[in-house]
């Protein structure tokens, strides 16, 4: 089965870190863009960043540029978020999520997510 | 807050249709192409629409989308109780660099 497992969510004081993780599929991992959405509860789905299949690419939204950090493990076909210098406004449940921006569709697969909170 | 904007709400009789836009820019909408989100309460979104105005396998074909210049649409036709839903519209956005979605709206069948 195709998937992504997000894991590593939890509460954090204002300014501290944060290592989230997207364990994912070989088909996925080696194939596919993966991004990080996120969003608030009752709110919005926002675009926090996006790694290629070789991670020769990232991006990352204005909002998390200089804070967040993308990198991969690929002896265990998985991502990392990195974050640090954590605002209130992070806050959110962070979705681990394949799918493609181009046009082309090759189906979109999505984890359960996982739940940070900033707060002192 | 985002550069796509839908309307909050949108309410439907079963049966009836239910038009949902998705304004955007020449940035985003106007240059690359629209995909549509449908997130049930408490899951993760899926796609609906991809392209502008194509279905995924699986997709029910009373969900159309279309796009004109800065503009997109979502329609559903025979609203149906299971369609109570949150959607998205979203694309790529040239001008940020980064993938932008819709504010989203809320689709209730009365």
């Known amino acids: 089965e195709v998937q992504l497992v997000e894991s590593g969510g939890g509460v954090v004081q204002p300014g501290g870190s944060l290592r989230l993780s997207c364990a994912a599929t070989?088909?996925?991992?080696?194939?596919?863009?993966i991004h990080w959405v996120r969003q608030v509860p009752g709110m919005g789905l926002v675009w926090v960043a996006r790694?290629?299949?070789?991670?020769?690419?990232?991006t990352y939204a204005d909002s998390v540029k200089g804070r967040f950090t993308l990198s991969r493990d690929n002896a265990k076909n998985t991502l990392h978020l990195h974050m640090s210098s954590l605002r209130a406004e992070d806050t959110a449940i962070y979705y681990c999520?394949?799918?493609?921006?181009?046009?082309?569709?090759?189906?979109?697969?999505w984890g359960q997510g996982t739940r940070v909170t900033v707060s002192s | 807050q985002s550069v796509l904007t839908q309307p909050p709400s949108a309410f439907g009789a079963p049966g009836q249709r239910v038009v949902i836009s998705c304004s955007g820019s020449?940035?985003?909408?106007?240059?690359?192409?629209v995909t549509w989100y449908q997130q049930l309460p408490g899951t993760a979104p899926k796609v609906l629409i991809y392209?502008?105005?194509q279905w995924p396998s699986g997709v029910p074909d009373r969900f159309s989308g279309s796009k004109s210049g800065t503009s997109a649409s979502l329609a559903i036709n025979g609203l149906q109780s299971e369609d109570e839903a949150d959607y998205y519209c979203?694309?790529?956005?040239?001008?940020?660099?980064?993938?932008?979605f819709g504010t989203g709206t809320k689709v209730t069948v009365l």
């Open positions: 999520a394949s799918f493609s921006v181009s046009g082309a569709y090759y189906g979109d697969y």
């Open positions: 070989d088909l996925i991992f080696n194939t596919y863009w």
């Open positions: 790694i290629n299949s070789d991670g020769s690419i990232i």
């Open positions: 020449g940035s985003n909408v106007g240059i690359n192409p």
């Open positions: 392209r502008d105005d």
């Open positions: 979203a694309a790529w956005d040239d001008s940020l660099n980064g993938y932008v």
